[in-house]
C-alpha cells in the first residue's frame, strides 16, 4: 500500500482541445504517425461534438494524448494513450 500519494498538479498540466486545435497539435508537435497531416485529422476536425484531445503536458513538453469520444448515448469515452 501507498504510505503517501504525491501531488503532481504542479507537474503536469492537461488541455481538452477539438476542432482545428487537433490538427495543430499533431501538426506542431513532432508527433510522427499515420494521423499527422491533413487527412489523418480531418474526420476530428470535421466533428468536434464528437471527438476531442486529452493533452498531458509536463513544462510545456508532450507527453501523453488520447481521444475523448462522446456517443449517442451521451456518455465520454476515452480512447488509446498515446505517449
Not at 501507498?2 to 495543430?24: K, M, N, P, R
Given at each position: ?25 499533431y501538426n506542431?508537435r513532432e ?53
Open positions: 500500500m501507498f504510505s503517501e500519494l504525491v501531488d503532481v498538479s504542479d507537474l503536469f498540466t492537461h488541455h481538452i482541445i477539438s476542432g482545428d486545435g487537433i490538427a495543430d497539435v506542431n508527433i510522427f504517425n499515420c494521423m499527422t497531416g491533413a487527412l489523418g485529422t480531418a474526420l476530428y476536425v470535421a466533428n468536434p461534438d464528437v471527438v476531442q484531445l486529452l493533452v498531458i503536458e509536463e513544462r510545456d513538453v508532450l507527453k501523453g494524448r488520447a481521444l475523448l469520444w462522446k456517443t449517442e448515448q451521451g456518455f465520454t469515452v476515452m480512447d488509446r494513450v498515446h505517449p
